[in-house]
C-alpha cells in the first residue's frame, strides 16, 4: 500500500497541497479529479518521489518513501507525466527499455529477456509498428501510449498517470479504460487524474475530489460524483453542468 498522512507540498512558497491524506492499495484504481492548478500534479510527483514534501509522512509497503533509493523507488512505483521530452533521438524500444531496467540502476544492460519482454508489450499495446521510430517524431498521443508502456515496463506493483488521456484519440482513450481495468484485476495499485468525470465512471473503484490542494470528498463514483458535488468542485451552476452531461453515458449518475 502506498500511504500518505497529511502531506504538505510547496515549491518555496504557501502549500500547493495542505494536509491530504491517501490511500492506495493493490487491485483498486483512484481516479483523482480537481480544477486546473489544484495540485494534481504535484501531488502525484510527491507520492512517486520526484517532488519531496516539507510535512507529513509517506509510506510505500511500510517503508518511508524519502529512504529508498531511486531502483528501489521504480520497482515499487511507476509514473507516467503529463507531458515528456527527451533530447536525445531514442526509438520507441530505446524508451520502453529504459523503463525494464529502471530498477537495476544506471549501467544495468538488457538481456534477450528483457528484449522479448519489451517486444510482447508493444504487441499488447498495439504499438508494435513504431518500435523503430523515433520517439521525437511521434504525435502527442503516440508519445502518451508510448510513456504508458514504459511505465508497464517496469512492472511495479503501483501505477500512477498524470491525465494518461489527455492527448489521446477517442478509440485510444477507450482502449487505455480497458487496459486500467485489466491492470485493476491484475492485482496492481492505479492512480490517475482526469478532467472526465466519465472515466471515473467506467475505469475507477474509488474517487477522490481535490480543490485548491486539499481533498472536499472521497468516496465511489456514485457517492461523489452527483451533480451538486461536481458543480462545486468545477465552480460552475448545476444547470450548466446537467445540460454539459446530458449528451453523455454518465448523465444519469449526475442527476
Given at each position: 500500500m ?15 497541497v495542505?494536509g ?5 492499495g493493490?487491485g ?18 510527491t507520492?512517486?518521489?520526484?517532488h ?6 509517506l ?5 518511508d ?13 511507476a509514473y507516467?507525466?503529463q507531458?515528456?521530452?527527451?533530447v536525445?533521438a531514442?526509438?520507441v524500444t530505446?524508451?520502453v527499455m529504459?523503463g525494464?531496467l529502471a530498477?537495476?540502476?544506471l549501467i ?15 504487441a ?8 523503430a521510430?523515433s520517439y521525437?517524431?511521434?504525435s ?12 508497464l515496463?517496469?512492472?511495479a ?6 491525465e494518461p488521456a489527455?492527448s ?8 487505455l ?28 473503484t474509488?474517487?477522490v ?15 461523489c460524483?452527483h451533480r451538486?458535488?461536481?458543480a462545486?468542485?468545477?465552480a ?8 454539459a ?10 442527476g
Amino acid at each position: 500500500m502506498i500511504e500518505a498522512r497529511e502531506l504538505h507540498i510547496g515549491y518555496g512558497g504557501p502549500d500547493v497541497v495542505s494536509g491530504v491524506s491517501l490511500r492506495l492499495g493493490l487491485g483498486e484504481t483512484v481516479a483523482l479529479l480537481g480544477p486546473n492548478g489544484c495540485g494534481k500534479t504535484t501531488l502525484l510527483k510527491t507520492l512517486c518521489g520526484i517532488h519531496p514534501a516539507h510535512g507529513g509522512t509517506l509510506q510505500v509497503d511500510g517503508r518511508d518513501l524519502s529512504t529508498l533509493s531511486a531502483p528501489d523507488r521504480a520497482r515499487r512505483i511507476a509514473y507516467v507525466p503529463q507531458q515528456h521530452r527527451l533530447v536525445f533521438a531514442y526509438s520507441v524500444t530505446d524508451v520502453v527499455m529504459m523503463g525494464r531496467l529502471a530498477g537495476r540502476g544506471l549501467i544495468a544492460r538488457p538481456a534477450p529477456a528483457d528484449h522479448a519482454a519489451v517486444h510482447a508489450l508493444l504487441a499488447r499495446l498495439g504499438l508494435q509498428d513504431l518500435s523503430a521510430r523515433s520517439y521525437a517524431a511521434l504525435s502527442g498521443g503516440q508519445r502518451q501510449q508510448v510513456l504508458i508502456a514504459r511505465a508497464l515496463a517496469q512492472d511495479a506493483p503501483y501505477l500512477l498517470l498524470d491525465e494518461p488521456a489527455s492527448s489521446l484519440d477517442y478509440g485510444n482513450q477507450l482502449r487505455l479504460l480497458e487496459l486500467l481495468g485489466q491492470l485493476r484485476d491484475d492485482g496492481r495499485g492505479v492512480l490517475f487524474t482526469t478532467h472526465h468525470p466519465d472515466h471515473a465512471f467506467v475505469a475507477a473503484t474509488r474517487v477522490v475530489l481535490m480543490q485548491q490542494g486539499r481533498f472536499i470528498a472521497e468516496g465511489t463514483p456514485a457517492q461523489c460524483m452527483h451533480r451538486a458535488q461536481l458543480a462545486r468542485l468545477y465552480a460552475v451552476p448545476e444547470e450548466r453542468l446537467a445540460q454539459a452531461a446530458s449528451a453523455q453515458h454518465w448523465a444519469h449518475q449526475v442527476g
